[in-house]
Structure formats: structure tokens, C-alpha cells
């Protein structure tokens, strides 16, 4: 087995202290696959409560606390920004950075992606950078030149060897809280041409990368889109602040 599976939860701006309860209770009896990690992603007021509550319950060690996102500055006048520190202080091990509605919202750019996936690596905190193109991008045959365009900037700043401890997760925008998922055969291929895309730059990491797919993945079309080759677990919106829809989601994944 070369690639572990991943699910990664983020709650986005959703979810409060119950959730947090019933997800790691929810949890305790989850059923997952050979080389599988979960990751939950609450919103940064909930970190230290989910650490916390894990703890207390002794959950499953397969499964993990993530951030939704991260400063690229180590510390300073930064008004309501969180840094690596913070959250490596708090067990924190996995980021999200560079999610669609960062970009889309916060207008986020893929060089301020490239510089938060290098202070999280430094930190130690595992980065899940998100990529992904428009529906217009795609209708105009644009996808690889916009996965490409935001995958360059962080190999050139971190270097392809790091990317061992990197997650890509594809998220077509298109796809994300729509209830329009891409097809399995749609997503593998993209998932391929990334997987490819690294390769160019070194086989034996592009080998090892976990590559999520996110955008309308649930209960039902998760075992799909799991079972292709290139397609590592997901990251999981509106069906991970649903417990039983989530755990059915985590159960589904499997290293390959
Ligand atoms: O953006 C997403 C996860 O980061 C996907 O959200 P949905 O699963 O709600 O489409």
C-alpha cells in the first residue's frame, strides 16, 4: 500500500459545541478501512474543545483535529488571524489552506497559498491545499491551466520533496454546496492529470500524495468516487456536520 485515504470534515462556519460532542461520540465506533485517517476541521472556537472532548473520550488515534485556515506570519498585527504556533499548541495537526471560498471570498492568491503551506510544513502541521477551477473555467477547457497555475506556485516555494507531507484536495468549484458532484470518471481523470502534474516534478512523491475530492460528496455517491485509483478519500462540506452521513462517508474510505 503506497497511499493512505483521508476524510477530512470542514464544518466551514457551522457547527457549535454539541456538534462537537455528538461528532467524537458519533466517532467512537466508527468503522474505517486499513491506512485511513479522519480529520475534523471546526471553526477555530471549537479547536480547543473537540481536542479536548477527543481526549477525554480516547478516540481512535486514526483520527485527527484540523484548522480551516492559518496565517502565513509567525506573529504581529494581524487582527483575527491564528498562527502555526497557535494551533500547534493546541494538538492541531492538519490545515486547510487555500479553500475556493478563501480565494473566492478573502480574494486569497495562490503565492499567499504557497507561503501558508510553507509555515504550516515548518510547524509541522500537515497542509490539505485545495485546488479546483469555476464552472466557467472548465466550460472553457481551462481546468488543467488553473490546477496548474495553483499547484506551481507552492512546489516552486516549498520544493516537490515536501509535497510527502502535503494533501491536495481537488474541489471544483462548481461542485462545492451545490449538490453537483463531478462524476467519478470526471474526478479521476483530473485527479490523474494532478497526480501526473507532480510526477513531472518527481514520481515517487506524486506516488505517495493523498488527492481528496470535495463538492457534493455524501453518504451515497462516496463509495463511487472512492473506489478510483487516484481519488484518496475526501473532503467532506454540508455531509460532515451530519454524523451517521459522515461516519457511512469515513467507512467507505480505504488506503491503496
Ligand atoms: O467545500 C467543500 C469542502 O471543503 C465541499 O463542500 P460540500 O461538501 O458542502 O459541497
Redesign the pocket.
Known sequence: MTRRAIV?A?W?MNGDSALVNTMVSGLNNVELQDNVNVVICPSAPYLSALVVKAKEDKLNAAISIGAQNVSEHDNGAFTGEISTKMLQELSVEFV?IG???RRCLYHETSTQAAHKVKAALNAGLTPIL?IGESEAERATEQTETVLASQLQPVIDEVGIEKFIDVVI?Y?PVW????GKTASSEMAQETHQFIRQFLAKANENVAAKVPLLY?????ASNCEELFAQPDIDGG??????LHVEQFKVICSAAKGK
Open positions: 477530512a470542514n466551514k486547510i479553500h475556493s471560498e485545495c484536495a474541489e461542485a462545492i454546496g451545490t470535495g463538492g457534493s460528496v455524501n473532503l467532506i462540506g454540508g455531509a460532515s
